[in-house]
Nanobody, 122 residues
Framework: QVQIVESGGGLVQPGGSLKLTCAAS????????MAWYRQAPGKQRDMVAT????????HYGESVKGRFTISRDNAKNTMYLQMSSLNPEDTAVYYC???????????????WGQGTQVTVSS
């Protein structure tokens, strides 16, 4: 039902910026929300930012608040994460999550991208 393509990861120096993109192709249903998660080696996978497609309601993890900005383009089913003031603690694999709503019952199912590596190092 969903094909996810992520891009934008890479190597950046502390204090630098990166912009991640998650493009979702939907054949059945519609996207209710999209989110970015990240997981560093040996660490728990944490929510970075979420956005509801219908309302643009957003939520950020405490550690990224004020530095990261999430946005979306409903027409393209695409989500972005603008990251600034990056520090080594932001180093992780960043995953795109898509919450899909289908059918009369509006059943919710989630889908994951392959992840993109973000490395912050001098």
């Amino acid at each position: 039902q969903v094909q996810i393509v992520e891009s934008g990861g890479g190597l950046v120096q502390p204090g630098g910026s990166l912009k991640l993109t998650c493009a979702a192709s939907v054949t059945i249903g519609s996207i209710y929300a999209m989110a970015w998660y990240r997981q560093a080696p040996g660490k728990q996978r944490d929510m970075v930012a979420t956005i509801v497609m219908r309302t643009t309601t957003t939520h950020y993890g405490e550690s990224v608040k004020g530095r990261f900005t999430i946005s979306r383009d409903n027409a393209k089913n695409t989500m972005y994460l603008q990251m600034s003031s990056l520090n080594p603690e932001d180093t992780a694999v960043y995953y795109c999550n898509v919450l899909l709503e289908t059918g009369v019952a509006k059943t919710l199912n989630d889908y994951w991208g392959q992840g993109t590596q973000v490395t912050v190092s001098s």
